[in-house]
Protein backbone atom coordinates (compact mmCIF):
# COMPACT_ATOMS: atom_id res chain seq x y z
CA UNK A 1 0.00 0.00 0.00
CA UNK A 2 1.26 3.48 -0.45
CA UNK A 3 2.82 5.26 2.59
CA UNK A 4 3.97 8.56 2.99
CA UNK A 5 5.87 9.54 5.81
CA UNK A 6 7.70 13.19 6.55
CA UNK A 7 10.23 13.92 9.05
CA UNK A 8 12.35 16.56 10.23
CA UNK A 9 10.35 19.13 11.88
CA UNK A 10 11.20 20.85 14.65
CA UNK A 11 11.26 24.32 16.27
CA UNK A 12 13.96 26.72 14.14
CA UNK A 13 14.06 30.80 15.06
CA UNK A 14 12.82 33.32 12.64
CA UNK A 15 15.75 33.34 9.80
CA UNK A 16 16.63 30.26 10.56
CA UNK A 17 16.81 26.88 7.95
CA UNK A 18 15.20 23.12 8.39
CA UNK A 19 14.82 20.38 6.32
CA UNK A 20 11.59 18.24 6.41
CA UNK A 21 11.95 15.29 4.61
CA UNK A 22 9.17 12.70 2.95
CA UNK A 23 9.97 8.61 2.39
CA UNK A 24 7.47 7.00 0.02
CA UNK A 25 6.74 3.55 -0.73
CA UNK A 26 4.32 1.22 -2.51
CA UNK A 27 4.39 2.86 -5.61
CA UNK A 28 6.26 3.74 -8.57
CA UNK A 29 7.88 7.19 -7.31
CA UNK A 30 10.17 8.15 -9.94
CA UNK A 31 7.03 8.06 -12.13
CA UNK A 32 5.04 9.98 -9.14
CA UNK A 33 4.85 14.32 -9.60
CA UNK A 34 5.20 14.92 -5.68
CA UNK A 35 3.80 18.34 -3.48
CA UNK A 36 4.30 19.56 -0.23
CA UNK A 37 1.38 21.33 1.35
CA UNK A 38 0.71 23.03 4.49
CA UNK A 39 -1.76 23.92 7.17
CA UNK A 40 -1.24 26.34 9.77
CA UNK A 41 -3.10 26.12 13.37
CA UNK A 42 -6.35 27.06 12.72
CA UNK A 43 -6.12 27.85 9.32
CA UNK A 44 -7.07 25.70 6.08
CA UNK A 45 -4.39 23.60 3.76
CA UNK A 46 -1.82 25.76 1.31
CA UNK A 47 -0.31 24.15 -1.27
CA UNK A 48 3.39 24.86 -1.09
CA UNK A 49 5.51 23.03 -3.96
CA UNK A 50 5.42 20.81 -6.51
CA UNK A 51 7.86 18.28 -8.13
CA UNK A 52 7.65 16.49 -11.50
CA UNK A 53 8.58 13.11 -11.68
CA UNK A 54 11.93 13.02 -12.74
CA UNK A 55 12.48 16.29 -10.78
CA UNK A 56 13.12 18.77 -13.76
CA UNK A 57 10.21 20.33 -13.16
CA UNK A 58 9.25 22.49 -9.89
CA UNK A 59 6.57 24.78 -8.71
CA UNK A 60 6.24 27.25 -5.72
CA UNK A 61 3.53 29.32 -3.92
CA UNK A 62 4.05 32.91 -4.00
CA UNK A 63 4.28 32.86 -0.18
CA UNK A 64 7.21 30.80 -0.34
CA UNK A 65 8.94 31.47 -3.73
CA UNK A 66 13.02 32.44 -3.45
CA UNK A 67 13.37 30.79 0.18
CA UNK A 68 11.44 27.21 -0.01
CA UNK A 69 13.64 24.84 -2.65
CA UNK A 70 12.03 21.30 -3.03
CA UNK A 71 14.43 18.27 -4.16
CA UNK A 72 13.68 14.77 -4.84
CA UNK A 73 16.23 11.36 -4.71
CA UNK A 74 14.27 8.96 -7.05
CA UNK A 75 16.85 6.18 -5.79
CA UNK A 76 16.01 6.71 -2.18
CA UNK A 77 12.10 7.57 -2.77
CA UNK A 78 12.10 10.80 -1.27
CA UNK A 79 11.47 14.36 -1.59
CA UNK A 80 12.58 17.04 0.36
CA UNK A 81 11.80 20.91 1.30
CA UNK A 82 14.41 23.04 1.96
CA UNK A 83 12.81 26.08 3.86
CA UNK A 84 15.52 28.98 4.08
CA UNK A 85 14.37 32.55 5.92
CA UNK A 86 11.96 31.12 8.27
CA UNK A 87 9.06 33.38 9.14
CA UNK A 88 6.50 32.99 12.16
CA UNK A 89 4.07 32.44 9.10
CA UNK A 90 5.87 29.23 8.12
CA UNK A 91 4.34 27.79 11.15
CA UNK A 92 2.09 24.65 10.41
CA UNK A 93 2.01 20.73 9.50
CA UNK A 94 3.68 19.65 6.46
CA UNK A 95 1.87 16.78 4.24
CA UNK A 96 3.82 15.61 1.51
CA UNK A 97 1.39 14.41 -0.64
CA UNK A 98 1.40 12.13 -4.38
CA UNK A 99 -0.05 14.12 -7.44
CA UNK A 100 -2.67 12.07 -8.91
CA UNK A 101 -3.41 14.44 -12.09
CA UNK A 102 -2.69 17.68 -11.80
CA UNK A 103 -0.90 19.40 -8.85
CA UNK A 104 -3.81 20.91 -6.46
CA UNK A 105 -5.09 17.41 -6.88
CA UNK A 106 -3.72 14.89 -4.89
CA UNK A 107 -4.40 11.45 -3.82
CA UNK A 108 -2.23 9.62 -0.99
CA UNK A 109 -0.91 12.12 1.81
CA UNK A 110 1.31 11.44 4.62
CA UNK A 111 0.69 12.42 8.62
CA UNK A 112 2.69 15.60 8.03
CA UNK A 113 5.07 16.74 10.25
CA UNK A 114 5.22 20.29 12.80
CA UNK A 115 7.07 23.03 11.74
CA UNK A 116 7.18 25.53 14.60
CA UNK A 117 9.32 29.19 13.70
CA UNK A 118 9.49 31.04 17.03
CA UNK A 119 11.80 33.01 19.39
Known amino acids: QVQLVESGGGVVQPAGSLRVSCAASGFTFGASAMTWVRQAPGKGLEWVSG????????YYADSVKGRFTISRDNAKNTVYLQMDSLKPEDTAVYYC????????????WGKGTLVTVSS
Open 51 to 58: ISGGGTSK
Open 97 to 108: AKVNSRYSDMDY
